[in-house]
């Protein structure tokens, strides 16, 4: 809840938003645990329980209205909330009008397992709901109840198309409680954004929005130019939009795959960046990945997946520059190790299919959790550059930084934050820690009847794609429908293959069929469909099951490769066996996945050897292995973001006498 109501000039004619607390070790680590053993989630249970039984009387009064009493029945509540705030009463009578809302524009009934997710994000935490339990519906209740007492309110979810489709189909509900909603994507011009953020719920995603924020703290003075604005209105004066902030503030926001945005894409900051003037010599990029294809792994440098990190070493700074007094080239030392480790990144760590696509002789970046293209994103510092002259692409300009922010710290700055997803609870502590913000877990309408099979890990990649498709080709003949999970799209690709040479017919959905999903997932739950698919976080599409397939044993889901974390393969098997459906999953995999790259080599050689041909890993030695791999892997990447997140802020210390950098 708000400590203090909001007031309709807060939320509409200043730019609200929170004050920063830098906490010291110590507190981040209690925060950490508390967020980590989710304390007190017994508790909130109790309260919700309270607020529910208050609930179902106002839902039956307002059952019993005629459509006048209706209409007048909520702008009064309008009017009270406006004036009062977010107050217990109004949170229920709010949740009734769009409980009975729902139900009379779009013929659906939430759940009481719905109202208990909207609930808990009504307090300010992350539900955390199975796939496919209803995480659209639930967010109307909190995105209604905020835009009635007219607090600007941002529903933030995974893509634009989500973000499209989401708005489209909670628009009828909205428009008969007297809202506008409004859509921001990535080809909305300034016109249209600014109609958007104007709106009393607005639908983007985490990029878009944070860089709307970014453009309006560009403009100085910016709590005097709102105050100004507000003072030409009440005057009737000619107002020039050019100088008017974008958002109204950071004031009510609801995050869609909260994991995926506030953990994995915090990795790396938000940037504001326009094209240079000038533009780099190409001559450079091409002598340096030259240099580097003549430097020697393990002698001359150092390759570490884990992090991932090139690290050159005396030898290797030695050839080098010999190398460049030998061509004459006019670097500095500086500058020549700089070349040569982008060179050695842009070839040894970065891959076609995995980490970008080449398409129409440019380079686009592929998102690592989502499997989808990102738009708009480049690597910094010459990495795109050095990319695009491997790849024989038109070498783009190198950007100037107008502006940056980490995603942690631009969270942070809402007044009011919350969130669902169908993973949070391995992340709970750095959720807690970062956000300050509670993982509650929502439990299912219906009993799961999910059967995970164990996993099975093979001495080989050879070995394991052959498992993998006679696997598919069992299931098949059953009739049941497939869903195979890989990590790129060459692995996607390269296990379509196999499959055509078995005479297997199948569907592949990657970074390259971006545009085609909802039709290639409308025909996933169809007897004997097989769709191979790159990482299925932030789809946002439901697999529907026909009746026959449900009959034989409904979807079954394959793994081939596993993912860095655990949350993210639980949003893969949670494809299946959805809302108390019948279907399995199971992981088949290798010891020369990238996963078990973080275990040693000897290990990993001694392992092999021990196996026999077409035979796999004992099943309490292949979970300790999983469990050992994407432990560290998670460890790093937290520390990755931890250490953002202070730079950020001794950044801020640093530069103190410019003001804020972004």
């Known amino acids: 809840m708000f400590s203090t109501p909001f007031t309709s000039s807060l939320s509409i004619d200043t730019y609200p938003e929170k004050g920063e607390q830098s906490n010291n070790r110590f507190d981040d680590y209690v925060a950490y645990l508390l967020g980590r053993y989710q304390i007190l ?41 406006v004036r009062d705030g977010l107050e217990d009463k109004h949170i229920i009578d709010s949740f009734a009008l769009t409980y009975y809302t729902i139900v009379k524009k779009l013929k659906m009934r939430p759940y009481k397992v719905q109202l208990m997710a909207a609930w808990t994000m009504m307090q300010g935490s992350i539900a955390e ?57 990535s080809e909305s011009t300034l016109e249209e954004r600014r109609h958007a953020y104007a709106c009393n719920i607005t639908y983007c995603t985490s990029k878009q929005v944070a860089l709307d924020y970014l453009r ?34 950071l004031c009510f926001a609801i995050i869609d795959e909260a994991d995926s945005v506030l953990i994995d894409d915090a990795r790396v900051p938000l940037i504001l960046a326009k094209d240079q003037m000038t533009h780099p010599e190409l001559t450079d990029y091409y002598q340096s990945l030259a240099i580097a294809n003549l430097l020697k792994e393990n002698n001359e440098f150092i390759l570490s997946l884990n992090e991932p990190r090139i690290t050159l070493t005396e030898l290797g700074l030695q050839r080098i520059r010999e190398i460049v007094n030998t061509l004459n080239l006019k670097w500095s030392e500086p500058q020549s190790q700089q070349n040569i480790t982008l060179a050695l990144r842009a070839m040894f760590i970065l891959q076609a299919g995995r980490d970008y696509l080449v398409k129409d002789n440019q380079i686009e970046l592929i998102d690592e959790n989502t499997g989808r293209r990102v738009q708009d ?7 795109q550059q050095m990319v695009e002259c491997k790849e024989g692409c038109a070498l783009s300009s190198e ?88 990590r790129s799209v060459s692995e996607s690709e390269y296990l379509g293959l196999l499959l055509d040479k078995a005479g297997l017919a199948h569907q592949i959905l990657n970074a390259r069929q971006d545009e085609d999903e909802a039709r290639i997932i409308s025909k996933a739950g169809k007897t004997g469909q097989i769709t191979i698919s790159t990482n299925m976080a932030g789809r946002g599409t ?29 949003q893969l098997y949670g494809r299946t066996a959805r809302q108390g459906n019948r279907g399995s999953c199971e992981a088949i995999l290798s010891l020369d996945d990238r996963i078990f790259k973080t275990i040693p080599v000897s290990l990993r050689t001694r392992l092999s050897a021990m196996l026999k041909p077409h035979r796999h ?28 997140l202070k730079w950020d802020y001794q950044q801020d210390k640093t530069l103190a006498f410019n003001g804020r950098r972004e």
């Open 399 to 486: 950007k100037t930084i107008l502006a940056r922010i980490s995603f942690q710290r631009f969270f942070n700055r809402y007044l009011h934050l919350a969130g669902m997803t169908g993973t949070a609870r391995e992340v709970a502590g750095e959720l807690k820690q970062i956000y300050q913000l509670d993982v509650f877990v929502v439990p299912t309408r219906k009993p799961s009847r999910r059967k995970i099979l164990p996993q099975r890990i093979y001495s080989s990649m050879e070995i394991k794609w052959h498992v993998c498709v006679k696997r598919i080709e069992k299931i098949h003949k059953k009739g049941r429908p497939i869903l195979v999970g890989t």
């Open 377 to 383: 994103r480049n690597w910094q510092k010459g990495l």
């Open 617 to 644: 890993l004992p099943i309490w030695l292949g979970r300790l292995l999983i469990f050992w791999a994407q432990t560290i892997k998670q460890a790093e990447q937290s520390r990755i973001r931890y250490r953002l």
């Open 542 to 570: 439901d697999i529907r099951l026909l009746k026959e397939a449900r009959q034989a044993g409904g979807l079954h889901v394959i793994a081939v490769e596993l993912n860095d974390a655990h949350r993210i393969d639980r």
């Open 129 to 185: 709901m199975e796939t496919g339990e209803g995480k659209t519906l639930s967010a109307t209740f909190p995105a209604c109840t905020a835009a009635m007492a007219r607090i600007p309110v941002h529903i933030i979810t995974a893509n634009d198309y989500l973000a499209q489709r989401d708005a489209r189909l909670m628009e009828p509900v909205y428009k008969a409680l007297g809202l506008s909603v409004g859509v921001i994507s």
């Open 41 to 81: 989630q017994g508790t909130r249970k109790t309260r919700f329980n309270q607020f529910y039984q208050e609930f179902k009387p106002r839902l039956k009064f307002i059952r019993g209205m005629n459509e006048t009493e209706f209409k007048d029945y909520a702008t009064q509540l309008r009017y009270a909330m």
């Open 216 to 249: 309006d703290r560009r403009q100085d003075g910016l709590q005097h130019k709102a105050l100004r604005h507000q003072l030409d209105s009440q005057l009737n004066q000619h107002i020039s939009t050019d100088h008017v902030p974008l958002l109204r503030g």
